[in-house]
């Protein structure tokens, strides 16, 4: 079964740092990966998306994934955190069956 | 464009007490999901809708947990009777018409608590 690990459940950093979130998959084929946003008390939205196209993928709010076939890695980075990037970022991989497998998720805290 | 929408915004009950959730879609959106969140993991599906059909249950502790999308919009989500591992968020979602590439759109979900 395909499944995501997300390492680090709780990543610090300080305001205009870069932010590197991780997230590697186990999957015998070519998968589909995402990255979700949950801000507090609100309803997760997506990020971005790798469906075998470009591996550099860019999605909103100025953040970006590489997809490392070599190190089966989709790792999330932003090149300067904003205090208004906290929040709970999940990595999810889809399975066979067209479902989307979350991981734990990790927890990013921006300080000034 | 309005959102997902979920009520109540929070549940308190004791175990072994019944419990019913609602999710409003995104109008036109064929597809909707339950997502179940426990604290410190991801969401886990329960149950898929396309229009009122079940595409897939098979996540959802069918002894317990019943679902219902009447008229292929609204969804109630119930558990019957509730226990203490039950306690999490309940997301719903809708998409346009399903598949893992459509974009999902999430509620802000129900927090249940057992006590």
């Known amino acids: 079964a395909q499944s995501v690990t997300q390492l680090g459940s709780h990543v610090s950093v300080s305001e205009g740092a870069l932010v590197l979130l991780r997230c590697n998959y186990s999957?015998?084929?070519?998968?589909?990966l995402f990255w979700y946003v949950q801000y507090p008390n609100q309803g997760l939205q997506l990020l971005l998306k790798y469906t075998s196209a470009a591996t550099l993928v860019k999605g909103i709010n100025g953040f970006e994934a590489e997809f490392k076939k070599s190190e089966t890695s989709f790792h999330l980075t932003k090149p300067s955190a904003h205090m208004s990037d906290a929040a709970e970022y999940f990595c999810?991989?889809?399975?066979?069956?067209?479902?989307?497998?979350f991981g734990t998720g990790t927890r990013l805290q921006v300080f000034p | 464009e309005a959102g997902v929408a979920q009520s109540p915004r929070y549940k308190i009950i004791e175990k072994r007490q019944s419990v019913a959730f609602w999710c409003n879609p995104i109008s036109g959106h064929a597809t909707l999901y339950w997502y179940q969140q426990i604290l410190g993991q991801g969401p886990k599906l329960l149950i898929q809708?396309?229009?009122?059909?079940?595409?897939?249950d098979s996540q959802l502790p069918k002894d317990r947990f019943s679902a219902e999308r009447l008229k292929g919009v609204d969804s109630t989500l119930k558990i019957q009777p509730a226990k203490l591992e039950d306690s999490a968020v309940y997301l719903c979602?809708?998409?346009?018409?399903?598949?893992?590439?459509?974009?999902?759109?999430f509620g802000s979900g129900t927090q249940l608590s057992v006590l």
């Open positions: 809708f396309q229009n009122n059909g079940v595409v897939d």
């Open positions: 999810a991989v889809s399975d066979v069956n067209d479902k989307l497998i």
């Open positions: 979602a809708s998409s346009l018409e399903g598949g893992v590439l459509e974009k999902l759109f």
């Open positions: 999957s015998s084929v070519p998968p589909y």
